[in-house]
């Protein structure tokens, strides 16, 4: 693994498949001991680092989801119950809440809370505000869950989504508090890792675009208009495009591994290094404000 100090993202947890294709819980970088922990379920850590946030895996049929949150900084950990409803066709259960995602600023953190099934439709979203400690759901139902859901805004104000079908689906933006406000009728789905969706100018985003996706599309968010498509290594267990790495560089699978492509598609380093063979799900978070 290359030296993560002083980078503009940091590499926060990854997870890895034991037996008969089952997940083992992720590992969490503890900047203390210098090493890669057991985890309880999915982790991200705030741009500052202060704050580790764990959603917290539950059996079905269990009590309603939760987060904890850690102070690294105390050692305190605040655990958060989630307003998310139950599940009228799994009686006993609530509804799916994943992919646990900090705003820019650190000031927000946001669970996708959806229906289960095949590219199932979201319910909307659970934001909790720091350091109150307070959560609340906003409902934006019927986008499509694909990859990741709803990422943030480059000023944290607002969400972004996938909306239609796989095939023919646009990107929509939506403020928090669940009105909609702008429409890009591109294609793929927003990216979710590093810098996220919108690179730190704001000026431009990145969805996972075209069959399997096997590019990275680069959007102008003015105009909606295409930027580049950038070809991107494969994997059957590594994912596609991560998020943008800085201005003018992406976080995406390289033949070694995962690492940093330049926007015309040139691997400038290669971040991890795996064994396709050895399966691999990493987590990058922003450091800072990018």
């Known amino acids: ?19 008969k294709g089952q997940w083992v819980d992720g590992r969490v970088w503890n900047p203390r001991k210098r090493a890669f922990l057991r985890a309880g379920g999915e982790v991200t850590v705030s741009p500052d680092e202060r704050w580790q946030a764990t959603l917290v895996r539950t059996r079905p049929g269990n009590s309603q989801p939760k987060v904890h949150l850690l102070d690294r900084k105390s050692g305190h950990t605040t655990k958060i119950l ?22 820019p600023n650190g000031r927000r953190l946001l669970l996708n809370v959806f229906e289960p099934g095949y590219a199932p439709r979201s319910e909307g979203i659970v934001l909790i505000d720091v350091p109150s400690m307070k959560s609340r759901f906003v409902q934006i139902k019927r986008a499509l869950i694909t990859g990741a859901g709803f990422q943030w805004t480059r000023d944290g104000e607002g969400v972004v989504v996938r909306w239609g079908k796989n095939g023919k689906s646009s990107i929509r933006q ?8 702008r429409t890009w009728h591109v294609g793929g789905r927003p990216a979710s890792q590093g810098q996220g969706t919108f690179s730190p100018s704001g000026r431009r985003f ?16 003015k105009t909606g208009k295409s930027v580049t498509r950038i070809k991107l290594a494969t994997s059957l ?27 015309r598609g040139h691997v400038v380093e290669t971040l991890v290094k795996v064994s396709d063979r050895q399966g691999f799900w990493p987590r990058f978070d922003a450091r800072g404000n990018g």
């Open 1 to 19: 693994m290359a030296k993560m100090a002083e980078r503009p993202v940091q590499f926060t947890s990854f997870s890895s498949p034991r037996d």
């Open 82 to 103: 989630l307003p998310v409803s139950t599940d009228r066709s799994r009686p006993g259960n609530h509804l799916i809440t994943r992919w646990p995602t900090w705003s």
């Open 174 to 181: 939506y403020d928090l508090k669940g009105a909609l406000q």
């Open 206 to 221: 990145v969805t996972a675009c075209t069959t399997a996706e096997r590019s990275a599309c680069v959007w102008d968010t």
């Open 237 to 263: 267990t590594w994912t596609s495009v991560l998020g943008w790495y800085d201005e003018r560089h992406l976080l995406a699978p390289t033949r070694q591994g995962v690492g940093i492509v330049d926007l």
